[in-house]
C-alpha cells in the first residue's frame, strides 16, 4: 500500500522563477492538503482540496496556488518566489466521510525547495 | 498564525527516563489535539491524538494529559529509548481541518 509519494524531493529555484510541486496521495484518500515547514518550526497550513475545489486556505500569498485532479493527486503551484519561500513542502492525505474529515493525516516526505 | 505555543524548544533525556513536552493553545474551538513525530528527512508521523472530552489517553509508552480549563496539553514518553530520538510536535484543529502546529520540540535520548 503506498503512502503519500511527492516530487521533486529536491529543487533549487531563483527569485522571481515559478515551481510547481506534485503530490499522490495514500491509496483510498481522496484529501489533500499542503504545508510549508520552515527550517525549524513546525509545518504551516496552505491550503486543502477536496472534489477538485479548494475547501480551505491559510495565510499565505495568492502566489501560491493549487490543484488538485480526478485521481486525487494535486499540485502545488508557487509563482514569483522569494527567498523566504525556501522550505520544505509538505503534502498530507486524508479521507473525508460525507464530506467531513475524518482524521489522521498522512504526511509525505516533502519536496526541499531552495530559492536562491 | 500560530496558536499553539509548544516547550521546550529541546530536551536531553536519559535511557529509560520520562520525557515531558507541553503545548499550549488559545482558540477554544479546537476540539482535536494530536501530536506527531519528525524524524530527519522524514514527513510528521501521527503518534497519539486526543479529543476534549477525555483529560488522558495511553497508547503504550505514549500519554497525552489534556487540561481543557487551562487550555494546556501534554505529551509523555515513558521509559525513552534511544529510537525516540526525533523532534515532536503538537498540533491543534478544529473539525479535523488545518492543522496549527507548534514549533516542535528537539528530543535526544542518551543511552
Known amino acids: 500500500d503506498a503512502g503519500v509519494t511527492q516530487s521533486p524531493t529536491h529543487l533549487i529555484k531563483t527569485r522571481g522563477q515559478q515551481v510547481t510541486l506534485r503530490c499522490s496521495p495514500k491509496?483510498?484518500?481522496?484529501?489533500v492538503s499542503w504545508y510549508q515547514q520552515a527550517l525549524g518550526q513546525g509545518p504551516q497550513f496552505i491550503f486543502q482540496?477536496?472534489?477538485?475545489?479548494?475547501?480551505q486556505r491559510g495565510n499565505f500569498p495568492d502566489r501560491f496556488s493549487g490543484h488538485q485532479f480526478p485521481n486525487y493527486s494535486s499540485e502545488l503551484n508557487v509563482n514569483a518566489l522569494l527567498l523566504g519561500d525556501s522550505a520544505l513542502y509538505l503534502c498530507?492525505?486524508?479521507?473525508?466521510?460525507?464530506?467531513?474529515?475524518?482524521?489522521?493525516?498522512?504526511f509525505g516526505e516533502g519536496s526541499r525547495l531552495t530559492v536562491l | 498564525q500560530q496558536q499553539v505555543k509548544q516547550s521546550p524548544q529541546s530536551l536531553i533525556v536519559q535511557k529509560g527516563g520520562i520525557s515531558i513536552i507541553n503545548c499550549a493553545y488559545e482558540?477554544?474551538?479546537?476540539?482535536?489535539f494530536p501530536w506527531y513525530q519528525q524524524f530527519p528527512g522524514k514527513g510528521p508521523a501521527l503518534l497519539i491524538a486526543?479529543?476534549?472530552?477525555?483529560s488522558e489517553k495511553k497508547e503504550g509508552r505514549f500519554t497525552i494529559s489534556f487540561n481543557k480549563s487551562a487550555k494546556q496539553f501534554s505529551l509523555h514518553i515513558m521509559d525513552s529509548q534511544p529510537g525516540d530520538s526525533a523532534t515532536y510536535f503538537c498540533?491543534?484543529?478544529?473539525?479535523?481541518?488545518?492543522?496549527?502546529f507548534g514549533a516542535g520540540t528537539r528530543l535526544t535520548v542518551k543511552p
Open positions: 482540496y477536496y472534489e477538485e475545489e479548494e475547501r
Open positions: 498540533a491543534a484543529s478544529m473539525h479535523l481541518g488545518d492543522m496549527r
Open positions: 498530507a492525505s486524508s479521507l473525508r466521510i460525507g464530506g467531513r474529515n475524518t482524521g489522521e493525516l498522512f
Open positions: 491509496s483510498g484518500h481522496d484529501t
Open positions: 482558540n477554544t474551538a479546537f476540539d482535536y
Open positions: 486526543i479529543r476534549p472530552d477525555v
